[in-house]
């Protein structure tokens, strides 16, 4: 089955512990992205990636990193998390060709709590 | 920079009529991609419905339709006999057809939908 997962689903941490949140693949994708979801302002993407050790900024990149060491996953850092990133978090994937890439698959999504 | 703007944070409906939720959207393109993405409390993203700018045919899934209105920027999504299981937040999204940002989503801010029995 076609999917993409995350890990933790929810998670309450406090201030400065850093984490990481896993997403994975198995679609053989090139494209993957991280989107934050706030009450208000939709999804707004985070990080993105275009293959394997090509990674840059999306729209609100500031305290978080990632990276793309293998094709299927792109983890996502919170090196010191602080209460602003409390959000939901989507990983999202989709193929870079033209007609199979209209589509977005995301992943189930993380509920993040930073007390 | 493209933005989408969807002004009615809730609506309501009752089952069975027909109601439809509004989005706009700016962009100087003029080929890309616009969706409909449905997120019921389990928090997944579904997608719903999908239009192709150069398509003139507004895109049809069952019970749900587009009216996509290009030079008014307008794509606004109809749901026919709703049922209880439409109650969910619906997101409208752009996507560029050039394929940089990793495929970038741009989302509206959401219209919450309840449905009354």
């Known amino acids: 089955e076609a999917q993409v997962t995350q890990n933790p689903r929810y998670l309450i941490t406090v201030t400065g512990k850093k984490l990481t949140v896993t997403c994975s693949q198995n679609?053989?994708?090139?494209?993957m992205s991280w989107y934050r979801q706030d009450p208000g302002l939709g999804l707004r993407q985070i990080y993105y990636?275009?293959?394997?050790?090509?990674?840059d900024k999306g729209d609100v990149p500031e305290g978080y990193k990632v990276s793309r060491k293998e094709k299927r996953n792109f983890p996502l850092i919170l090196e010191s998390p602080s209460p602003n990133q409390t959000s939901l978090y989507f990983c999202?994937?989709?193929?870079?060709?033209?007609?199979?890439?209209?589509?977005?698959?995301f992943g189930p999504g993380t509920r993040l709590l930073v007390l | 920079a493209q933005t989408v703007t969807q002004s009615q944070p809730e609506m309501s409906v009752q089952e069975a009529e027909t109601v439809t939720l509004s989005c706009t959207y700016d962009?100087?393109?003029?080929?890309?991609?616009l969706f409909w993405y449905k997120q019921p409390p389990s928090r997944q993203m579904i997608l719903v419905i999908r239009?192709?700018?150069?398509?003139?045919q507004n895109a049809t899934e069952n019970r749900f339709s587009v009216n996509f209105q290009k030079a008014a920027k307008s794509f606004s999504l109809k749901i026919s006999d709703s049922q209880l299981g439409d109650a969910a937040m619906y997101f409208c999204?752009?996507?560029?057809?050039?394929?940089?940002?990793?495929?970038?989503?741009?989302f509206g801010q959401g219209t919450e939908l309840s449905v009354k029995p």
């Open positions: 239009q192709e700018a150069y398509k003139q």
């Open positions: 962009t100087s393109e003029s080929d890309y991609y």
């Open positions: 999204a752009y996507r560029r057809t050039v394929y940089n940002q990793g495929g970038k989503l741009i």
């Open positions: 990636s275009m293959n394997v050790e090509v990674t």
């Open positions: 999202a994937s989709s193929s870079n060709y033209r007609d199979r890439g209209k589509t977005q698959y």
């Open positions: 679609m053989n994708h090139e494209y």
